[in-house]
C-alpha cells in the first residue's frame, strides 16, 4: 500500500520530554517537509529536506529538530525547548520538480499533558 | 513578504447552492498556487495545481481560475461531501542554487465550507 505514514495519530507530551514523530514514505519522492497546523491558522513550515543527509530550517524550526539519514524517513523531534507544542502536525512529501505538488500524510496530533 | 489570504473563512451552503471561495496572494515571483481539500483530522488531499494567469482546471463540481492576484475555486451545485476545509498554496519563485528553496510553499488560512442537505 502506498503512500505517506505518520505515526503516531495521537501523542501526549509531558513537562521537560522529548517526543519524536515519525513520517515514513514508499513514493520514492525526494523532498520531505515538515509543517505545523494550529486551529483557524495555515500550514506553518517547520523544516524540509531536498535529498538524503541535508535538510533546512522553515519558518518556525526553533524548539525542533530532525534528521533524513534514509529517502524514505524524515522523523520530527519535538523538544523541550518548545514551550507551545499542542498541535497539530503534518509530514508532506513531493517528487523532483519544480511544479508537482506535495502529498501529505494524515498527521499526528500533539497534546501537552 | 509573501501572503495568501482565503476568504471567506466559513461558508455554509444548502445543497445544489453554487458558490465560491476566494483565495488572494502577494508573491515575489509565483511559480505555481496549489489547492487542497481537508477533512477534520486528515492531512490535505491535493486537488489541482494553476500555473499562469488565464488558467482553469476542473474536476467533478469544482473549478479553479488564476488571475495575477487571485484563485476562484468554484463549486457548482455542491453536495454535502463536499463540505471540507479547503486550502490554497502558493509556490514563490525565488531560486537557491544550494537548496532550491523555490519549492517551498506559502498557506492561506483555508475555507471551511459546510454543506446541508
Known amino acids: 500500500d502506498g503512500g505517506i505514514t505518520q505515526s503516531p495519530k495521537y501523542l501526549f507530551r509531558k513537562e521537560g520530554q522529548n517526543v519524536t514523530l515519525s513520517c515514513e514514505q514508499n513514493?520514492?519522492?525526494?523532498?520531505m517537509y515538515w509543517y505545523r497546523q494550529d486551529p483557524g491558522q495555515g500550514l506553518r513550515l517547520i523544516y524540509y529536506?531536498?535529498?538524503?543527509?541535508?535538510?533546512q530550517k522553515g519558518d518556525i524550526a526553533e524548539g525542533y529538530s530532525v534528521s533524513r539519514e534514509k529517502k524514505e524517513s524524515f522523523p520530527l523531534t519535538v523538544t523541550s525547548a518548545q514551550k507551545n507544542p499542542t498541535a497539530f502536525y503534518l509530514c508532506a512529501t513531493k517528487r523532483a520538480g519544480m511544479y508537482q505538488p506535495q502529498h501529505f500524510g494524515d498527521g499526528t496530533r500533539l497534546s501537552i499533558l | 513578504e509573501d501572503q495568501v489570504t482565503q476568504s471567506p473563512e466559513a461558508l455554509r451552503l444548502q445543497e445544489g447552492e453554487s458558490s465560491s471561495l476566494n483565495c488572494s496572494y502577494t508573491v515575489s515571483g509565483l511559480r505555481g498556487l496549489f489547492w487542497y481539500r481537508q477533512d477534520p483530522g486528515k492531512g490535505p488531499e491535493f486537488l489541482f495545481t494553476l500555473y499562469s494567469a488565464g488558467e482553469e482546471k476542473e474536476k467533478e463540481r469544482l473549478k479553479a481560475t488564476l488571475t495575477k492576484k487571485e484563485s476562484f475555486l468554484h463549486i457548482t451545485a455542491p453536495k454535502p461531501e463536499d463540505s471540507a476545509t479547503y486550502l490554497c498554496?502558493?509556490?514563490?519563485?525565488?531560486?537557491?542554487?544550494?537548496?532550491?528553496?523555490?519549492?517551498?510553499?506559502?498557506f492561506g488560512g483555508g475555507t471551511r465550507l459546510m454543506v446541508k442537505p
Open positions: 529536506s531536498q535529498i538524503v543527509n541535508d535538510f
Open positions: 498554496a502558493v509556490q514563490e519563485g525565488r531560486d537557491n542554487r544550494l537548496h532550491n528553496a523555490g519549492n517551498m510553499l506559502t
Open positions: 513514493l520514492n519522492h525526494d523532498a
